[in-house]
């Protein structure tokens, strides 16, 4: 789990057969659609790639946040998506590869309905972070602190950022915590929440 691979994905077409009856191409703004909520590593990531490409075709790539359902949203909707070049999945392993074993039946099928045309990074660290108020300094002083204070702490996740989402609650479990999970679908308030301590 200590690679998550990012990759952008198009529906039906790759970029250089998009279109190839209209001409040139682009002729209107791109969408790429992002499963997270703002602010989340891969929405960070998608807003850093859009701009670049934005600059270098000459026309506009909006960033489309549909979170919730593990992806599985944004996944249907470019699934869905005439297969003309302007509609883009900016995606993770999560609707990739992990939805296949967490989903009985899935609204779409990873290998018939994308074509991947990028990688964009190999690989993003998963991480662990807490309140400053908890007296913790090390990952082995807050395994021993949620032990000492079980069913008291609480651990916020991604429900968008599946393999992240997938890591926590696993970690919670293996190590035997006993914290109590909290699910947000938004990194952005997630993060806000645990640095104000509200869980």
Known sequence: ??????????????LAGANAGEGAWP?????????????????????MLSDGVS???????????????????AHQAVARA?????????????GMAINLISFKQLP???TRDFAAVAMVCSQAPQMVSVNIELPVQSLAQLIAHAKANRG????AFDTTAGAAAFAAKLFN?????GLVEIPYRSAAQMTQDVASGVN
């Open 173 to 177: 479990r293996r190590a035997d915590l």
């Open 1 to 14: 789990m200590k690679r998550l691979w990012c990759v952008l994905l198009c529906y039906g077409v790759l």
């Open 55 to 73: 600059r270098s075709l000459g026309q506009s790539m909006v960033v489309e946040n549909l979170p919730g359902a593990s992806g599985l949203l």
């Open 27 to 47: 002729t209107r703004p791109i969408k790429l659609i992002v499963p997270t909520g703002p602010g989340a590593a891969t929405d960070v990531m998608a807003r």
């Open 152 to 155: 008291k702490l609480s651990m």
């Open 108 to 110: 779409y099928d990873p």
């Open 82 to 94: 005439a297969p003309d070049g302007y509609t883009f999945l900016f995606t993770n392993t999560s």
